[in-house]
């Protein structure tokens, strides 16, 4: 996977969690690391709201409607600039077929077999503050906050670059 993203004091959550799922296939599947542009989801996805939100199936579906994602050089991310959709500083465009939503109880098994998938999560305000490692602070009560999702269980691996049990 492309390393991690900030998407700054923008709620384009949606966009960095989708983009990171087709950056991670595309990683996968044809053995090549890019990095996509989601600035460009959050200025033409006119299925969400910008940086006051979205959904990830719509942005998938809004990435096969515009035909692919520019490379992030290419429209790089500024968060708070005004929603004015320019595909045209394009060099190329990566882009995807269709997707598929996945239930819950299947997600393990979606991860084990596609790689890292775009999930939505129940935050609390602790969420804010979160910095590193596995998060351990109350969970919200509705979804409200996109994720990537790139594996379970991660209490029984050990980082050998820390102490066990060491607060990261």
């Known amino acids: ?11 384009s959550c949606w966009a960095f969690s989708s983009i990171g799922s087709v ?15 989601e600035q460009e989801l959050v200025d033409c996805s006119f299925k969400n709201y910008g940086c006051n ?21 290419d429209y790089p991310y500024v968060s708070d600039a005004p929603n004015l959709c320019n595909i045209d500083r394009c060099t190329e465009k990566y882009g995807i077929k269709n997707y598929l939503s996945v239930p819950d109880n299947k997600l393990k098994e979606a991860l084990r077999f596609l790689g890292p998938i775009s999930i939505s999560v129940a935050v609390s305000d602790d969420f804010a ?11 919200g009560d509705q979804l409200n906050h996109a994720v990537m999702l790139v594996g ?12 066990k049990g060491e607060k990261h």
Do not use: H, W
């Open 1 to 11: 996977v492309t390393p991690v993203k900030d998407q700054k004091n923008c709620g």
């Open 23 to 37: 950056e991670s296939q595309y990683a996968i599947r044809k053995n090549k690391l890019i990095t996509l542009s």
């Open 129 to 139: 503050f979160y910095k590193e490692g596995i998060f351990d602070g109350e969970c």
């Open 53 to 73: 939100g979205g959904l990830i199936n719509n942005a998938f579906e809004d990435m096969i409607e515009l035909g692919g994602i520019c490379p992030d050089g």
């Open 152 to 163: 379970f269980g991660m209490k029984e691996i050990v980082n050998p670059l820390t102490k």
